[in-house]
Nanobody, 124 residues
Framework: QVQLVESGGGLVQAGGSLRLSCAAS????????MGWFRQAPGKEREFVAAISWNGGSTYYADSVKGRFTISRDNAKNTVYLQMNSLKPEDTAVYYCSSRRSIRIATSPNEYDYWGQGTQVTVSS
């Protein structure tokens, strides 16, 4: 059974930084792409970033491009999301995700496994 456990969320002032981590278990981590999504109150879950199995390809939502960086350490079965220059509109629950396919994807409907989420709150 695939398990994804996020950590690293918290409260930060606008302009600050946070690094989220997602520890994966239950299958061969290095084979599959990983993604980060977020959901703010009253809004749909939206794509943030995705990374291919070996880290060679990354994709970002326009709203976070240049501020967020997704990376992975396959030896540690962990994917990261470094978030810099945070804005109040980045406030949301952030979810780590994975999928059965080896192809990278950016839609939440294409992901099969989800973590429990970690809250990120950015104060103005």
């Amino acid at each position: 059974q695939v398990q994804l456990v996020e950590s690293g969320g918290g409260l930060v002032q606008a302009g600050g930084s946070l690094r989220l981590s997602c520890a994966a278990s239950g299958r061969t981590f290095s084979t599959y792409p990983m993604g980060w999504f977020r959901q703010a109150p009253g809004k749909e879950r939206e794509f943030v970033a995705a990374i291919s199995w070996n880290g060679g390809s990354t994709y970002y939502a326009d709203s976070v491009k240049g501020r967020f960086t997704i990376s992975r350490d396959n030896a540690k079965n962990t994917v990261y999301l470094q978030m810099n220059s945070l804005k109040p509109e980045d406030t949301a629950v952030y979810y780590c995700s994975s999928r059965r396919s080896i192809r990278i994807a950016t839609s939440p409907n294409e992901y099969d496994y989800w973590g429990q989420g970690t809250q990120v709150t950015v104060s103005s």
